[in-house]
């Protein structure tokens, strides 16, 4: 079913480009949250394709004296989150991902606030679909801060139409714009 569901969320964002004003008023709701307000540290990723973008937040977080943090892959599925600055280098993914190249590397325990990316998620469990990798669901096991997702509304399910397992890790909250 999660296979299934993610197909079909992932054509729904190819054919519905996000507007500008919804993406304003995501970035807004985010912002003026107490997660973000309260947060010195926040990990996030850099968006490619027809994920909702994150390069306005990553912006304004610095923007505002935060710490924004990015994932870098490793071995087996595990990542760790390394400082984004002006210097920082990039390189692409095998996957399209960009990800940091050196830079300097922030324990788990030092991130205040994760926004965990995903493909759906279910509104009444936080629960997520995510590509199907299981990276951010292992580098969440044992972390223990705020998470939230962002979220176009098709995105997000008011109850869970598919099956868990040990694994997955919900996230604390779901931001959705109007659109």
Same mark, same amino acid.
């Given at each position: 079913?999660?296979?299934?569901?993610?197909?079909?969320?992932?054509?729904?964002?190819?054919?519905?480009?996000?507007?500008?004003?919804? %993406? &304003?008023?995501?970035?807004?709701? /985010? =912002?003026? $949250?107490?997660?973000?307000?309260?947060?010195?540290?926040? +990990?996030?990723?850099?968006?490619?394709?027809?994920?909702?973008?994150?390069?306005?937040?990553?912006?304004?977080?610095?923007?505002?004296?935060?710490?924004?943090?990015?994932?870098?892959?490793?071995? %087996? &599925?595990?990542?760790?989150?390394? /400082? =984004?600055? $002006?210097?920082?280098?990039?390189?692409?993914?095998?996957? +399209?991902?960009?990800?940091?190249?050196?830079?300097?590397?922030?324990?788990?325990?030092?991130?205040?606030?994760?926004?965990?990316?995903?493909?759906?998620?279910?509104?009444?469990?936080?629960?997520?679909?995510?590509?199907?990798?299981?990276?951010?669901?292992?580098?969440?096991?044992?972390?223990?801060?705020?998470?939230?997702?962002?979220?176009?509304?098709?995105?997000?399910?008011?109850?869970?139409?598919?099956?868990?397992?040990?694994?997955?890790?919900?996230?604390?909250?779901?931001?959705?714009?109007?659109?």
């Amino acid at each position: 079913m999660k296979t299934v569901i993610r197909t079909q969320v992932l054509a729904r964002l190819h054919e519905n480009p996000f507007s500008a004003q919804g %993406q &304003r008023n995501l970035l807004q709701k /985010v =912002l003026d $949250s107490p997660q973000w307000q309260r947060a010195q540290t926040i +990990g996030i990723t850099l968006s490619f394709g027809v994920e909702i973008p994150t390069q306005p937040l990553i912006t304004a977080g610095q923007g505002s004296g935060k710490r924004m943090v990015i994932p870098k892959t490793g071995p %087996q &599925r595990q990542m760790e989150f390394v /400082v =984004l600055s $002006s210097q920082t280098g990039l390189q692409r993914t095998k996957f +399209g991902v960009l990800e940091p190249v050196g830079g300097t590397v922030v324990s788990k325990s030092q991130i205040d606030l994760m926004v965990v990316p995903g493909i759906a998620f279910c509104l009444a469990t936080g629960q997520r679909i995510g590509y199907g990798g299981g990276y951010f669901d292992r580098y969440l096991r044992d972390y223990r801060q705020n998470t939230i997702a962002l979220a176009r509304p098709f995105q997000v399910f008011p109850t869970q139409e598919w099956r868990s397992n040990r694994f997955d890790i919900p996230v604390h909250q779901i931001f959705t714009s109007e659109e």
